[in-house]
T-cell receptor, first 112, second 116 residues
Framework: GEDVEQSLFLSVREGDSSVINCTYT??????LYWYKQEPGAGLQLLTY?????DMKQDQRLTVLLNKKDKHLSLRIADTQTGDSAIYFC????????????FGKGTTLSVSS | GAGVSQTPSNKVTEKGKYVELRCDPI?????LYWYRQSLGQGPEFLIY????????DSGLPNDRFFAVRPEGSVSTLKIQRTERGDSAVYLC??????????????FGPGTRLTVL
């Protein structure tokens, strides 16, 4: 079945880079996402990558996709205390109306 | 409105009661999704609407759960005879819909349901 796995916790110091990793099982996944969830808030779409790409950069965020190994990562450069949150990896098929399949989330803790 | 809104933000009810949770999607978004997020878990799909019709309700856990979207905009998730295991955050998401634009789903803040 479909499954998305993430490590549960990551702790970094302010100014360092953070790398959050994710593996997925569905080879038909077309879109791969990173969402951010802060306490008491909804899910914020950070970025997503189409499966025919291997890298996408957006300001401090870099997404790397290894489709062969079904491995996705999110790198946050110059991590700030405001980046502390839960980060969810998710996958989705190409067809309209297919739901997002989420991992359990990685809690990122940034210390000053 | 600027984003997806959900009401109420918090709902506390007693076991066996009926509850309704409301979602207002982004204006113009034809696709609407309901997800449920239990503590320490990622969101799990419940139901998908394209326009007024439920195109996929395969995620609804049992027949106590039902959702409607009568005019293709606001949606209501209805839970009958609530159980303690229904306690979770219920999230709504919307997207423009269609094959080219369904890839971006925007989430509301959620309704936290607590069943005592």
């Amino acid at each position: 079945g479909e499954d998305v796995e993430q490590s549960l916790f990551l702790s970094v110091r302010e100014g360092d880079s953070s790398v959050i990793n994710c593996t997925y099982t569905d080879s038909s996944s077309t879109y791969l996402y990173w969402y951010k969830q802060e306490p008491g808030a909804g899910l914020q779409l950070l970025t997503y990558i189409f499966s025919n790409m291997d890298m996408k950069q957006d300001q401090r965020l870099t997404v790397l996709l290894n489709k062969k190994d079904k491995h996705l990562s999110l790198r946050i450069a110059d991590t700030q205390t405001g980046d502390s949150a839960i980060y969810f990896c998710a996958e989705k098929g190409e067809q309209a109306g297919t739901a997002l399949i989420f991992g359990k989330g990685t809690t990122l803790s940034v210390s000053s | 409105g600027a984003g997806v809104s959900q009401t109420p933000s918090n709902k506390v009810t007693e076991k066996g009661k009926y509850v309704e949770l409301r979602c207002d999607p982004i204006s113009g978004h034809t696709a609407l999704y309901w997800y449920r997020q239990s503590l320490g878990q990622g969101p799990e799909f419940l139901i998908y609407f394209q326009g007024t019709g439920a195109a996929d309700d395969s995620g609804l856990p049992n027949d106590r759960f039902f959702a409607v979207r009568p005019e293709g905009s606001v949606s209501t998730l209805k839970i009958q005879r609530t159980e303690r295991g229904d306690s979770a955050v219920y999230l709504c998401a919307s997207s423009l819909g269609g094959p080219r634009y369904d890839n971006e789903q925007f989430f509301g803040p959620g309704t936290r349901l607590t069943v005592l």
